[in-house]
């Protein structure tokens, strides 16, 4: 069954921690994305791949790193530079540039 | 200026009627445009792509495009109380997706 898989779904993080948030797809996509999403807005992109072992910054790259290591993978760390990390993180996927893109179903992060 | 600009709501509608969502984006070259609709506490879902102008038809729903005025909209024919999420409108200029804020949708019984 394809798709794109998030993991974990809630996660919980201590001041000053960095955390991987991992994303995985199967449907052979070449695109991945990473979106945060806060109470009542939109969603801001983070990052974003086109290919293996290239990726640009969004619009909130700061506090945040990514890898390309794998056509199927694009893990997420939020580093403890990140100041406000409470979150509801996605990841998403399209299978060219101009194609419709399919998210995965989120990590809810909170800082405790 | 927002890249995408949508009416947030909420927006209400009888059950049974026509639902009518825009949106307005500021990219000129953006060719490829999406209707997503997502559940509160879920991942947003995709509903219709559209990369042409005029309408595109599937099931209860038609996306319109109209580029030389820059929106694409979303009608909701026979609107039922499960059509009551939020509706995101999303446009891609090239190499990566931009997001309105979203219109909350209420269908009422």
């Known amino acids: 069954d394809g798709g794109i898989t998030q993991s974990p779904k809630y996660l919980f993080r201590k001041e000053g921690q960095n955390v991987t948030l991992s994303c995985e797809q199967n449907?052979?996509?070449?695109?991945m994305y990473w979106y945060r999403q806060d109470p009542g807005q939109g969603l801001r992109l983070i990052y974003y791949s086109q290919i293996v072992n290239d990726f640009q910054k969004g619009d909130i790259a700061e506090g945040y790193s990514v890898s390309r290591e794998k056509k199927e993978s694009f893990p997420l760390t939020v580093t403890s530079a990140q100041k406000n990390p409470t979150a509801f993180y996605l990841c998403?996927?399209?299978?060219?540039?101009?194609?419709?893109?399919?998210f995965g179903q989120g990590t809810r992060l909170t800082v405790v | 200026q927002k890249e995408v600009e949508q009416n947030s709501g909420p927006l209400s509608v009888p059950e049974g009627a026509i639902a009518s969502l825009n949106c307005t984006y500021s990219d000129r070259g953006s060719q490829s445009f999406f209707w997503y609709r997502q559940y509160s506490g879920k991942s947003p879902e995709l509903i219709m792509s559209?990369?042409?102008?005029g309408d595109k038809e599937d099931g209860r729903f038609t996306a319109q495009l109209n580029k030389a005025s820059q929106y694409v909209s979303l009608l909701i024919r026979d609107s039922q109380p499960s059509d009551s999420p939020t509706y995101l409108c999303a446009v891609n200029p090239g190499n990566q997706f931009y997001f309105g804020t979203g219109t909350s949708l209420t269908v009422i019984p």
């Open positions: 559209i990369y042409s102008n």
């Open positions: 449907l052979n996509h070449d695109a």
């Open positions: 998403a996927s399209s299978l060219r540039d101009l194609t419709e893109a399919f």
